[in-house]
């Protein structure tokens, strides 16, 4: 009895002491943003600033090469809108088909599929560079939202498994009402899907808004950079680098990711749950 009394409170302080543990360096960058730049690492074991330095957003905000931070936002966004879009839609229509339709070699096709996501991603890099420089689409965002509009092999994994769980009844009276396959998808599977669809946008949102490696290989003019460059660019390695103002921008970051997560959070627990993907 004294044992299940003291279980819960032990159980919260572990896990807040974890989570303290695990948010210290986002602590650290946000306190650090408001310290001067040649001090941050100077005083690198003191968490809170001597001196509150709120210039530094200003400063930050002001971007480098002429454009503010917040067009670099707005590229992101608009990168990161469109490509969510693409993937959500794609990849939904490719796992009815992979669930629902039946054609020859299917379970082949599946598997290969299943296959790309264990295939490194530095390893289609110099080919997919070659095919969009033929194209023609270096310098725009193209490269970086195109090829989310033929699926996404996690996304369609996710969604495959909870297609499956739903009744195949449905499909039969929707087909003897005259439902045709199109039709049977964005009546009756579509609707279904809302818990994995937005699991999808909220996991395609992170990605795109993070990455860094595509816009550094495509973009290569400073009014198309996304926020990931543009952090980036706060480093000067020949000259001072203004950390205070790079810190200040990657809270801004920040706040897009953290309002997606606590305004999405029970769609990405229901996606997981219910997707076959629980342990």
Same mark, same amino acid.
């Given at each position: ?5 003291? *279980? ?5 302080? =572990? ?7 695990? #948010? ?10 408001? *310290? ?21 957003? @200003? ?8 454009? &503010? ?6 590229? &992101? ?10 993937? @959500?839609?794609?990849? &939904? ?18 598997? =290969? ?21 033929? #194209?023609?689409? @270096? ?18 994994? #996710? ?24 039709? =049977? ?10 818990? &994995? #669809? ?9 990605? *795109? ?47 897009? @990711? ?18 076959? =993907?629980?342990?």
């Amino acid at each position: 009895m004294a044992w299940k009394t003291f *279980k819960w409170p032990i159980y919260h302080i =572990l896990v807040a002491a974890l989570a303290l543990l695990m #948010l210290y360096p986002v602590f650290w960058m946000l306190f650090s943003s408001f *310290k001067e730049s040649r001090t941050i690492f100077v005083t690198a074991d003191s968490l809170f600033p001597t001196e509150w330095i709120w210039q530094n957003y @200003v400063t930050g905000w002001k971007g480098t090469s002429g454009y &503010s931070f917040g067009t670099y936002i707005l590229n &992101s966004l608009t990168i990161v809108v469109i490509a969510t879009i693409g993937a @959500v839609i794609s990849s &939904s229509l490719i796992a009815f088909g992979f669930a629902r339709l039946k054609f020859k070699g299917r379970n082949f096709w599946f598997a =290969l599929m299943m296959m790309t996501l264990m295939l490194p991603g530095d390893v289609v890099l110099v080919p997919q560079y070659i095919i969009f420089t033929k #194209l023609g689409w @270096v310098n725009t965002i193209l490269p970086l939202v195109v090829p989310s509009f033929f699926g996404m092999p996690f996304f369609i994994f #996710l969604m495959v498994q909870f297609i499956r769980t739903i009744p195949a009844e449905l499909d039969e009276a929707a087909t003897i009402d005259g439902c045709g396959k199109f039709r =049977l998808y964005f009546r009756i599977i579509l609707p279904l899907l809302k818990s &994995s #669809l937005a699991t999808a946008a909220i996991f395609s949102f992170y990605w *795109k808004w993070e990455d860094l490696l595509g816009p550094v290989l495509y973009l290569n003019s400073p009014e198309k950079y996304t926020v990931s460059i543009a952090l980036k660019m706060f480093l000067d390695s020949e000259s001072a680098s203004n950390w205070g103002g790079m810190f200040a921008m990657s809270i801004l970051s920040l706040v897009p @990711v953290i309002a997606v997560f606590f305004a999405f959070q029970k769609q990405i627990v229901e996606g997981m749950s219910t997707s076959g =993907l629980k342990g």
